[in-house]
């Protein structure tokens, strides 16, 4: 299972929006809504921000928003703060009890 | 307070064999499954496998299908991962992680494997 494609990187001042995207087989992001969305800060384990496509666990701010169109994900970040740099990670379930994650994306904050 | 806590950092020659333990606190342990990703160094995640803690049913990636052995104790509601054969490519921070329905929504501090001759 190949990893999900990713851009290297994104960027953004604070206070606009930066969008990432997610992209891997019609088999997998294009057919089940299971994609997840996950920051990782240097050194910290990866924090759920989206699951389940558009979903967001208590405690995360309306800020960050999910989005999918046949099979590309997408993060949005709105009203970028400099605590929004980070690492970022997309997921998807891929079928049984298996999951694929992305290349992942570093978001700058100029 | 659910948390997942993991052993130590390790240092392994290439060849040998490495053990790593994820100890689950504050729900029931058989309810979850868990999953191990591991991160190289300046790389990306890579979802390793799953072990159903309930049964202790697994499902690994095809990549580690003939090194790696999950296991669970539900008695210390402890899952372990080993990885043999070890490389100096498996150098990496392997996390243990839990899902509920299809969310990781708890993660281990992480342990980092160092395999170095």
């Known amino acids: 299972q190949s990893a999900l494609t990713q851009p290297p990187s994104a960027s953004g001042s604070p206070g606009q929006s930066v969008t990432i995207s997610c992209t891997g087989p019609s088999s997998d992001v294009g057919v089940y809504n299971y994609v997840s969305w996950f920051q990782q800060h240097p050194g910290k384990a990866p924090k759920l921000i989206i699951y389940?496509?558009?979903k967001r666990p208590s405690g995360v701010p309306d800020r960050f928003s999910g989005s999918k169109s046949g099979n590309t994900a997408s993060l949005t970040v709105s009203g970028l703060q400099a605590e929004d740099e980070a690492d970022y990670y997309c997921?998807?379930?891929?079928?049984?009890?298996?999951?694929?994650f992305g290349t992942g994306t570093k978001v700058t904050v100029l | 307070q659910v948390q997942l806590v993991q052993s130590g950092a390790e240092v392994k020659k290439p060849g040998t064999s490495v053990n790593v333990s994820c100890k689950a606190f504050?729900?029931?342990?058989?309810?979850?499954?868990i999953h191990w990703v591991r991160q190289a160094p300046g790389q990306g995640l890579e979802w390793m496998g799953v072990i159903i803690p309930n049964g202790g049913s697994t499902t690994y990636t095809q990549k580690f299908q003939d090194r790696v052995t999950m296991t669970r104790d539900t008695s210390t509601n402890t899952v372990n991962l080993e990885l043999s054969s070890l490389r100096s490519d498996d150098t990496a921070v392997y996390y243990c992680?839990?899902?509920?329905?299809?969310?990781?929504?708890?993660w281990g501090q992480g342990t980092m494997v160092t395999v170095s001759s």
């Open positions: 992680t839990r899902t509920v329905g299809s969310r990781f929504d708890i």
């Open positions: 389940e496509v558009t």
């Open positions: 997921s998807s379930f891929v079928g049984g009890v298996t999951y694929v």
């Open positions: 504050g729900y029931t342990f058989t309810n979850h499954y």
